[in-house]
């Protein structure tokens, strides 16, 4: 078997109302999606989440600079491909966007790995479980009081039986609120997660920390800027609060870094970001060699797979954003996502979607 083409697509999904973090506002949601062909017929898949950033970036790295050093290949040498697609991209740097090529390359071959063997990822993996816990995410800053508290029940009225919602905006006192509100909500059997998405000092974050330790917050997510690794351990030996971070790392060498200096109690890798699942693979497990739980980073019809095949995966998060654009989204019900047993990751986007959306 041979790869024949590799073949992108563009969508542009508006987001009506825009949303925002702590660091972005955020009116539309671009998906690059990238497939594999193979010579007998065989097609791999994945995606990339841009929003508005990039985009043009992370087609060119894909379509001019990857594309040609895997044709004709054969599409089950993954390692071997990941290996040439690595090396190649030395010159220009192999974190940020030529880890979003690899990855998108990479997390296709196992699609398609699955597909060749008719099994879903997680067996080629091994797999242990056939449901990993989901958790509701959101809470957007740019929510008023209402609307914050409307997603979160909208999230328990589905079963979830946690959450994760938005800190970190300049007004500390407002989150403060905002989450005594919504742990009176939920009452006290439901997880609260809190996301600063790096915006504040580790003084400020060590300050808020303080100020919601009564809240039985599950963990505290990029509470400083991601390259301020000093400050991750200081707050981290500081607060009685686990911290929770690694979405925007793009080595192994980082997370290494982060779990030496005793930086993160659980680690969040991003499956693009990590450059695809052979390197995510190795995230995982050097987490458990330092006794580190994971809970991964948005891509939740990938994740899953790997969650349900390793020991010490914690949740996947839920964005209700692929619902819609997917044949078949994951089959979530009391909180608990079901593995797919499709062959490969098990996830199709719809004609009728791509088509409304292809820009
Ligand atoms: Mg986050």
Not at 9 to 17: F, G, I, Q, Y
Not at 298 to 326: M, T
Not at 329 to 335: A, K, M, T, V, Y
Request: aromatic letters at 10%; a negative charge; hydrophobic letters at 45%.
């Amino acid at each position: 078997m041979k790869i024949k083409d590799i073949r992108t697509t563009r969508l542009s999904v508006p987001l009506n109302p825009p949303i925002a973090d702590s660091t972005h506002v955020l009116d539309r949601i671009q998906w690059i999606l990238v497939d594999v062909l193979t010579d007998e017929g065989l097609v791999g898949s994945s995606f990339m989440l841009t929003f508005d950033y990039g985009a043009e970036l992370l087609l060119g790295i894909v379509d001019t600079e990857l594309k040609k050093l895997v044709l004709g290949k054969d599409p089950r040498d993954i390692t071997g491909i990941w290996e040439t697609c690595y090396r190649h991209s030395e010159y220009i740097g192999q974190l940020g966007v030529a880890a979003w090529g690899i990855a998108a390359i990479d997390i296709a071959l196992w699609d398609l790995l699955g597909k060749y063997l008719e099994a879903p990822v997680c067996q080629l993996l091994g797999s242990c479980r056939e449901q990993v816990p989901a958790y509701g995410s959101g809470g957007w800053l740019s929510y008023s009081m209402d609307e914050l508290l409307a997603e979160v029940n909208s999230y328990l009225q589905r079963g979830f039986k946690m959450v994760k919602m938005k800190v970190g905006s300049h007004d500390a006192a407002r989150d403060v609120e905002r989450v005594r509100a919504v742990r009176k909500l939920i009452g006290g059997k439901v997880h609260l997660m809190i996301d600063a998405n790096q915006a504040w000092s580790p003084h400020q974050a060590i300050a808020f920390a303080r100020q919601v330790q009564d809240q039985d917050i599950f963990w505290f997510e990029e509470p400083v800027a991601k390259d301020d690794l000093d400050g991750y351990c200081r707050v981290a030996s500081s607060i009685d609060i686990p911290v929770a971070t690694g979405e925007r790392e793009f080595s192994l060498e980082a997370f290494r870094e982060l779990l030496v200096r005793k930086g993160t109690a659980i680690v969040q890798p991003d499956a693009l970001r990590i450059g695809g699942l052979t390197q995510y693979l190795k995230v995982v497990h050097l987490a458990e060699a330092f006794q580190r739980s994971v809970a991964p980073h948005f891509y939740k019809e990938i994740d899953i797979h790997v969650l349900a095949a390793i020991r010490n995966g914690l949740f996947i998060e839920y964005f209700p954003w692929l619902d819609d654009l997917l044949v078949q989204p994951l089959e979530i019900s009391d909180g608990m996502a079901k593995v797919p047993k499709l062959p490969g990751f098990g996830f199709e986007f719809k004609a009728e979607a791509v088509k409304e959306y292809k820009l």
